[in-house]
């Protein structure tokens, strides 16, 4: 493999530098391009992380500001201090990986912390894409890698990015496990380090929600420019129009959100941010009463969030109530939409 490549299956993808999209050369475990910057590869994943803007989420500054001498890097993945010590107690060779038992609720919302330090299985889901046939796919804020794997599954040349090395590290792992391949990148999705028009398929979930908007439209920006001519995305976001999302606002006091808390977005403001960028999007419900409900969890969750799941899912059929959905997705493509496509999805509201 050349330098500057990372190999996603069988298929070469070309690494650029994020500030100047120049090509980059492997020398001393590092990538170097020729206007001098220069990026760590720490257990094989290049941290191509930009130090001059500022960070989305803590573990994006840990990623860059590490020792890297723990193998799990453990100062970079957002858990708490006594998580991690329970990380380090945890023998490695047993069942669910710990990073990802204490992880499970970041990724998966509020109904997963009675899992956390008790998972027994990886929640690995069904992806709502058509199936993948080779395609290459990128997984905006992958983390421990839970879509990645639903998307390798399903056909798909799959590589993740996130700020958190030590949460890709962990994606590595389940990977392995699992006996599915991915590749990963430390990046930040506001600064993709990738060509033009390299992939096929975005995706990113329970991600971009928590942006600042303006660093939000910066992401879909780079989205758009590193998909093919004739690619697709599908992006998670949460509506400012649903029930739940509506009573989290005024607990909050409506206040603006800070740091890593959850933005909400009206259509209006989705299709504004979408219509200089695709010439086609569709939104669809992805779910009610909660921005992370899953009906393949149904067995992890508790009562509560059982008969959550259970409204959510009804109320996804009955199209008059989409427009109040908590969690939405956005599809967009990059020329008119395939035939079928809307179907495809399930049917949704504010087509064009």
Avoid at 248 to 253: N, T, V, W
Avoid at 256 to 285: M, Q
Wanted: include cysteine; charge should be positive; hydrophobic fraction near 40%.
């Amino acid at each position: 493999m050349n330098d500057g490549e990372r190999r996603v299956h069988e298929q070469v993808i070309r690494v650029v530098c994020p500030i100047d999209h120049e090509p980059l050369n492997e020398e001393a475990s590092a990538l170097h391009c020729r206007n001098g910057h220069v990026f760590r590869i720490v257990q094989g994943v290049p941290i191509l992380l930009r130090s001059d803007v500022h960070s989305t989420i803590p573990v994006m500054d840990s990623s860059l500001q590490s020792d890297y001498t723990d193998p799990l890097m453990l100062d970079t993945v957002a858990i708490s201090t006594d998580q991690r010590a329970a990380v380090r107690a945890t023998p490695r060779n047993r069942g669910v990986d710990p990073v990802v038992a204490m992880l499970v609720a970041a990724t998966g919302g509020r109904a997963y912390r009675h899992l956390v330090g008790r998972l027994v299985s990886y929640p690995i889901p069904e992806i709502d894409l058509p199936p993948g046939n080779g395609r290459a796919l990128l997984d905006v804020g992958c983390s421990w890698g839970r879509w990645s794997i639903a998307a390798a599954r399903k056909g798909y040349r799959v590589l993740g990015i996130d700020p958190s090395i030590g949460a890709l590290l962990a994606a590595k792992r389940v990977a392995s496990q699992l006996g599915v391949t991915i590749d990963v990148v430390c990046a930040d999705a506001r600064y993709l380090p990738f060509e033009d028009g390299t992939f096929d398929t975005v995706y990113s979930y329970s991600v971009l929600q928590h942006f600042a908007k303006d660093d939000a439209c910066r992401a879909f920006q780079e989205i758009r420019r590193v998909m093919a001519s004739a690619g697709e995305c599908r992006i998670q976001l949460a509506h400012a129009r649903g029930v739940m999302s509506l009573a989290h606002r005024l607990r909050r006091g409506l206040r603006e959100a800070r740091g890593f808390e959850v933005r909400y977005w009206s259509l209006r403001e989705i299709e504004s941010a979408f219509a200089e960028l695709f010439p086609r999007c569709a939104i669809t419900p992805h779910c009610f009463f909660g921005l992370g409900l899953e009906a393949c969890d149904r067995d992890l969750l508790r009562p509560a969030g059982r008969l959550a799941l259970y409204a959510s899912e009804s109320m996804k059929r009955a199209r008059l109530l989409h427009r109040f959905a908590d969690s939405i997705y956005i599809d967009a493509w990059t020329t008119a939409a395939p035939p079928g496509s809307r179907q495809r999805r399930g049917g949704g509201w504010g087509d064009r």
